[in-house]
């Protein structure tokens, strides 16, 4: 599959042949059922970005042709199909969510009226919450709590981005925005309104010197907005950053944890 994709790629006229479409279809297939990922975690801790299941999920567009799909009383016009058969998944879909075709959801998945877009990962009983949205090859892991209005962030290309990742445990506050790339390691909180971009300054200020991250949360952090003070030509100006303010506690009850992280830090989510 990966020598067809990666031919079609460098030469699109391919698309128009049998062979090349059954193995576009037959990635997205496996996308669709999570035997493939678009980027999988190593064991040094790193991620891994399969940039031929990419190219896959982007051939995938031209050779599909527009369609009326008919759910009920509702209408909806576009290329791709919507996932179906959730009862057999184990996955609880409350009207009026969405999952794309090529999207993985795995069992014990909660949807909330949201959004699931196609290459992305959501692993097991992972609660996406109401207005929640999940980008384009977007990976969260088990256990994550995507709050009400939750915009994680989509990729495509560049081939060689890194997607989104929320790794397993997190807990990703309302109306967060985490976008291009960023990865929120296990377990972290990040409390409403926290912004994150790969230029976000992420700074931890627990210790008594500042600690500067970009694109990537520590494990077990507490998260909240933030603001430091930037000079340009006009004058100074408060520029948003989020701030590392403390470590979710180590426990085995992980509810119980948040929760007391939460009350200590006095964290609006």
């Given amino acids: 599959m990966r020598q067809a994709i990666e ?93 794309r075709y090529g999207a993985y959801v795995a069992p014990g998945v909660i949807m909330m009226p949201s959004y699931i877009n196609i290459g992305a990962y959501v692993d097991s009983n992972t609660m996406v919450d109401t207005w929640a949205t999940v980008g384009s090859c977007a990976q969260i892991g088990k256990d994550v709590h995507l709050s009400g209005g939750v915009g994680i962030g989509g990729v495509l290309e560049p081939l060689q981005a890194a997607p989104v990742v929320i790794e397993d445990g997190a807990f990703i506050g309302s109306r967060c925005i985490v976008v291009e790339g960023v990865r929120v390691g296990k377990e972290a909180v990040l409390g409403a309104n926290v912004v994150l971009t790969k230029s976000t300054k992420i700074i931890d200020v627990t210790g008594p010197e500042p600690i500067e991250f970009n694109g990537y949360v520590p494990e077990r952090s507490v998260v909240i907005p933030g603001s430091y003070t930037k000079t340009f030509a006009a004058g100074d100006y408060q520029v948003p950053c989020a701030l590392i303010i403390g470590k979710r506690k180590a426990s085995t009850d992980l509810k119980t944890s948040l929760n007391d992280a939460l009350r200590e830090h006095n964290v609006a989510v």
């Fill in 7 to 99: 031919a079609a790629w460098e030469n699109r006229a391919l698309l128009s042949e049998k062979a090349t479409i059954q193995a576009i279809e037959h990635v997205i297939e496996d996308l669709d059922k999570g035997l493939l990922r678009v980027a999988e975690p190593l064991d040094d801790g790193t991620w891994q970005v399969n940039e031929w299941v990419k190219k896959a999920v982007v051939l995938y567009f031209p050779i599909r042709q527009m369609e009326t799909i008919e759910v009920g009383p509702f209408e909806f016009h576009d290329k791709m199909a919507l996932k179906r058969n959730y009862k057999d998944l184990g996955v609880r879909v409350v009207p009026h969510a969405i999952a």
